[in-house]
């Protein structure tokens, strides 16, 4: 008799351990693709659901966060002239990822990384109303959080550093950005946005913040390392430089021995024109070429 009740006490302890397994490894595993479509999609319904205050003060801090990524890529770009290229876009694009990563776990609302509520949108959990107003009150977060910290770094000083030429860097930069055509400038904003909303897309599988940052380095470093346009790290490293060039003392001009003529693209009409440019390409590479073609492979009706 003892031992169908010895075979079933180790029957039922094998399965314990089975279930316990399976349970772990659910938990370590990353979800699939059709599991991060429903996730992104009941992101996007919460995102929506939030009061303004709530949208427009994490619409600050991912300004502040992606600005303080763009800061950081210029310090790390002062001198890389002397690197390969290549080498010197690889570095600025794996600090610039700073700013993302900072979004994601940290928490905050990024109009870039948002373009993904399409999703929610075309499932019919949210309308186009709402994803308009969250859309809209994300930006302006974005915009105030980008711009105050662009005047936070230049009231630090900063870029006086280096003998000035992390200024110059930085002047340079945005010189180079406000010169961008229209139509040039629209498609690399448009395959920036593509970059960003997959790093976003692939956070959703992502079951510790290992995961997270993991998925977020490459796809944020191949955008800036490529020269693509990302209108909320504009909205800091335009109005930065164009700080630079109208408030900077002598002493700035004189040490890295130019004028600020020397930066004649760098206008106030030209940031404008880019911003406007780029986050329009933003919004149609994030939402159509990455949310929406998604939701056609795995939540549209059948």
């Avoid at 279930?19 to 599991?35: H, I």
């Avoid at 900072?102 to 709402?130: H, K, N, P, Y």
């Avoid at 980008?146 to 030429?165: D, K, M, N, P, R």
Wanted: charged share 10%; proline share 3%.
């Amino acid at each position: 008799m003892t031992q169908p009740v010895e075979a079933t006490l180790l029957f039922g302890w094998l399965m314990n351990k089975t279930n316990t397994r399976q349970s772990l490894k659910g938990a370590v595993d990353g979800l699939m693709p059709q599991e991060m479509a429903l996730a992104c999609e009941a992101a996007g319904t919460a995102k929506a659901g939030r009061d303004a205050v709530a949208l427009l003060v994490l619409g600050i801090l991912a300004g502040a966060f992606i600005a303080l990524g763009a800061m950081f890529m210029t310090v790390v770009a002062t001198g890389a002239t002397e690197l390969p290229w290549g080498i010197a876009k690889l570095l600025g694009g794996l600090v610039f990822s700073l700013g993302l990563i900072l979004v994601i776990v940290g928490g905050a609302e990024l109009f870039t990384g948002d373009s993904l509520m399409i999703v929610a949108c075309a499932s019919q959990r949210i309308t186009v109303q709402s994803l308009l107003r969250a859309w809209g009150i994300i930006y302006i977060g974005n915009m105030i959080g980008a711009a105050g910290t662009a005047l936070l770094v230049f009231l630090s000083g900063q870029h006086y550093f280096s003998a000035s030429t992390v200024g110059q860097t930085a002047l340079a930069i945005a010189n180079a950005k406000a010169a961008l055509p229209t139509v040039q400038l629209f498609f690399l904003a448009l395959l920036c946005n593509v970059l960003v909303c997959l790093a976003v897309w692939m956070s959703f599988s992502a079951r510790s913040t290992t995961d997270k940052v993991m998925v977020i380095v490459l796809p944020v470093t191949a955008f800036v390392a490529a020269g693509f346009e990302h209108s909320i790290a504009n909205l800091y490293f335009l109005p930065y430089a164009l700080t630079i060039k109208a408030f900077a003392s002598v002493e700035f001009w004189s040490a890295i021995g130019q004028a600020p003529d020397a930066y004649d693209a760098l206008t106030v009409g030209a940031a404008v024109h880019n911003i406007a440019v780029a986050t329009i390409g933003n919004l149609i590479g994030g939402s159509l070429l990455v949310g929406l073609v998604y939701w056609l492979v795995y939540l549209r009706p059948k």
